[in-house]
């Protein structure tokens, strides 16, 4: 069970939260439209038989194998812009929240709020985004309940921000020859965020889409066995940190310069800081696209290659990403021991199948031709 929250505790600190993750989306997928194409003749008939067998839970799948450790699945849907939601009920009411490994915390739409009957009070906390600081400040609230699959967790402590830019109204086809058809969701509530993912030792399958989740708390035990298991399938491991603003974290490399990055399944693009990106050698081109930084401000939209992205040991050659100014409260750029570069999205999340042990603090990424 989770404590009830009243007010915010300090060692989460909610002003660095990341919550408008859409549009950049959108824009990438119109500079990448050749390679979109290409995988859209085979995206149906490719990604449906690794997702029946894993629904069906047989021996030796991954799903299979985290039902006999006593965790509980729930399916997922990917929206447009690769974004992986859950059915949710948040106050026995249907809702859908996006898993989101950017976020610290859960994150309620403000515009939501009503209809959960939840009781919002007022903060003095600035929202927090890729771009920067925001005027709209956080509100704060309890969840009695929020159920997923077969799992009901209560008293959750949630934040309220105004989330709605989360619901574009055009969809856009998924990206990837394993990833299975992109459905589009009547509303997305908010973001399901770290606190109750690493709670409840929830474990990511980006790639066949499910969320798994032990009743339990987390588990070195199962953590450990998780970790032979996908060695045995070809994944490489890379051990997760938390920065001081409660952000996932993994060491990377970008063209051999040493960085780390910010693992956010709610990114729907990996992102990299202009000035980084220009210290590390990437070529960085304009784009026509630009992105509504808030209070005003426009920021341009780029794009840039990475010869070269390591994230432990694991590598992506020739990497597309974004190119945008990120805020330096995001990057701690002030800081010599949490700086980092930007975000590892969840494009490359999903072509490269990735598992996230939330709980283990570790990533686990494949090669689409490695078994």
């Known amino acids: 069970m989770l404590p009830e929250l009243r007010p915010f505790p300090q060692r989460f600190n909610?002003?660095?939260?990341?919550?408008?993750?859409?549009?950049?989306?959108?824009?990438?997928?119109?500079?990448?439209?050749?390679?979109?194409?290409?995988?859209?003749?085979?995206?149906?008939?490719?990604?449906?038989?690794?997702?029946?067998?894993?629904?069906?839970?047989?021996?030796?799948?991954l799903a299979g194998f985290l039902s006999g450790q006593g965790l509980v699945g729930a399916?997922?849907?990917?929206?447009?812009?690769?974004?992986?939601?859950?059915?949710?009920?948040?106050?026995?009411?249907?809702?859908?929240?996006?898993?989101?490994?950017g976020a610290p915390v859960t994150i309620i739409d403000k515009n939501?709020?009503?209809?959960?009957?939840?009781?919002?009070?007022?903060?003095?906390?600035?929202?927090?985004?890729?771009?920067?600081?925001?005027w709209e400040r956080y509100g704060v609230s309890v969840a009695k309940s929020i159920a997923m699959g077969n799992c009901?967790?209560?008293?959750?402590?949630?934040?309220?921000?105004?989330?709605?830019?989360?619901?574009?109204?055009?969809?856009?086809?998924?990206?990837?020859?394993?990833?299975?058809?992109?459905?589009?969701?009547?509303?997305?509530?908010?973001?399901?965020?770290?606190?109750?993912?690493?709670?409840?030792?929830?474990?990511?399958?980006?790639?066949?889409?499910?969320?798994?989740?032990?009743?339990?708390?987390p588990s070195a035990e199962v953590s450990q066995k998780l970790a032979g298991l996908l060695s045995d399938r070809g994944f490489t491991r890379i051990a997760m940190r938390r920065n001081s603003t409660n952000h996932l974290e993994v060491a990377s490399v970008l063209n051999g310069h040493p960085t780390r990055m910010i693992v956010d399944t709610g990114a729907a693009v990996t992102t990299v800081d202009r000035?980084?990106?220009?210290?590390?050698?990437?070529?960085?081109?304009?784009?026509?696209?630009?992105?509504?930084?808030?209070?005003?401000?426009?920021?341009?939209?780029?794009?840039?290659?990475?010869?070269?992205?390591?994230?432990?040991?694991?590598?992506?050659p020739r990497a597309t990403v974004s190119v945008v100014n990120v805020s330096g409260t995001m990057l701690h750029s002030k800081s010599a021991e949490e700086s980092n570069s930007g975000l590892i999205g969840a494009e490359y999340l999903a072509w490269n199948f990735a598992v996230i042990d939330v709980g283990g603090m570790a990533l686990y990424l494949r090669h689409p031709d490695t078994r």
């Not at 990917?78 to 989101?100: G, Q, T």
């Not at 589009?184 to 509530?189: A, E, S, T």
């Not at 005003?296 to 390591?310: D, S």
Request: charged residues 20%; contains cysteine; positive net charge.
């Open 152 to 217: 009901v967790v209560t008293n959750v402590p949630v934040a309220l921000a105004d989330t709605s830019d989360m619901n574009p109204d055009a969809p856009a086809p998924a990206i990837g020859t394993h990833i299975t058809t992109v459905n589009r969701l009547p509303h997305l509530n908010g973001l399901l965020g770290v606190r109750e993912m690493s709670k409840f030792g929830m474990i990511i399958d980006c790639a066949r889409q499910m969320l798994y989740i032990n009743p339990n708390g």
């Open 75 to 101: 399916k997922l849907e990917r929206r447009f812009e690769n974004h992986l939601c859950v059915p949710v009920a948040i106050n026995s009411k249907r809702a859908a929240l996006m898993i989101d490994t």
């Open 14 to 61: 909610y002003r660095y939260i990341v919550v408008n993750k859409s549009r950049l989306g959108r824009q990438r997928n119109a500079i990448r439209q050749p390679m979109k194409k290409l995988f859209a003749l085979i995206l149906w008939t490719a990604a449906l038989a690794p997702l029946t067998a894993q629904s069906q839970q047989q021996p030796g799948t």
């Open 112 to 134: 939501s709020a009503g209809t959960f009957g939840l009781k919002v009070e007022n903060t003095t906390i600035n929202v927090g985004r890729i771009f920067g600081m925001r």
């Open 275 to 316: 000035t980084m990106a220009s210290q590390a050698g990437v070529g960085i081109a304009g784009t026509r696209f630009v992105e509504d930084a808030g209070e005003g401000r426009i920021e341009r939209l780029g794009t840039g290659e990475v010869n070269e992205l390591k994230i432990g040991d694991y590598t992506i």
